[in-house]
């Protein structure tokens, strides 16, 4: 008999082995177990309990020997059904759980903390960040950064978080200095943005997302300090909007 499924619903190796045997054997004590089964004489006994407290075995006692005989296959419904009501219940353990875990998000959404990311794969983790903090459909706001939008590294820098941003449906809206609306036209125009052009002076390389305002400084050792609170991000978002309302497409 392939035992395989009874390994899925519980049953350990040696547990399948005295139960197989015992439905062979129909009524045995310990010794002629252990030949049918091939497992060793010490663990014989406690698989043996295992068993009697699955209800897949049951014993008798003759002349103080203990003859022990497997009970009706029909109990390994009653088994899997033990373990579903356990699922159910582990399911509603870990709800309980998730529940805490974000009641523990919201109240850390007015922390403030301040992080810096150096060199290009610490400003690429900073990047990924707006990715892992906004859902679908949500947006971040960007003051572009300025002339050094046309130097090649950062084209590709851009080209590669756009295809990853379009494909997490994450939207942004972005204020760009007039000055290199020709640069930026040309090389930063991506899907699920909207831009606006201004002629003013903006600051750049600033990124509001969630509670968080990143700031990129794009020289020798690209940096990005990125800072989270909900107040600064909030006073960030408020400016952006003060600007983009006077902007132009």
């Known amino acids: 008999m392939n035992g395989e499924i009874l390994t899925q619903i519980g049953l350990s190796k040696n547990e399948i082995k005295v139960y197989f045997a015992l439905l062979e054997l129909e009524q045995s004590s310990a ?43 029909k109990n390994l419904i009653d088994l899997l059904d033990k ?9 509603q353990k870990i709800n309980l759980l998730i ?9 850390s959404k007015d922390k403030q903390e301040a992080v810096i990311y150096e060199g290009l794969e610490g400003v690429n ?5 707006i990715l892992s903090t906004l859902k679908p459909n949500e947006e971040y706001q960007v003051f572009t950064l300025g002339k050094e939008l046309e130097r090649e590294e950062l084209k590709r820098f851009f080209r590669n978080f756009h295809k990853r941003r379009i494909f997490k449906r994450i939207k942004a809206r972005l204020l760009v200095n007039k000055k290199i609306r020709k640069i930026f036209f040309a090389y930063h125009k991506y899907s699920g943005m909207k831009v606006r052009y201004a002629d003013l002076s903006l600051p750049t390389g600033v990124f509001i997302y969630g509670n968080n305002v990143m700031t990129v400084v794009w020289e020798n050792n690209p940096t990005a300090f990125v800072i989270t609170s909900k107040n600064n991000a909030d006073r960030y978002k408020e400016f952006f909007e003060n600007i983009w309302r006077i902007s132009r497409n």
């Open 83 to 91: 373990k579903e009501k356990e699922i159910i219940r582990q399911k």
């Open 99 to 107: 529940s805490e875990i974000e009641a523990k998000k919201d109240m």
């Open 125 to 129: 983790v900073a990047f990924e960040s």
């Open 31 to 73: 010794t002629p177990i252990v030949r049918k089964s091939s497992i060793p004489n010490s663990k014989v006994y406690p698989t043996l309990e295992k068993l009697i407290k699955k209800g897949l075995v049951s014993y008798v006692i003759k002349n103080n020997v203990k003859y022990f005989q497997p009970s009706s296959p």
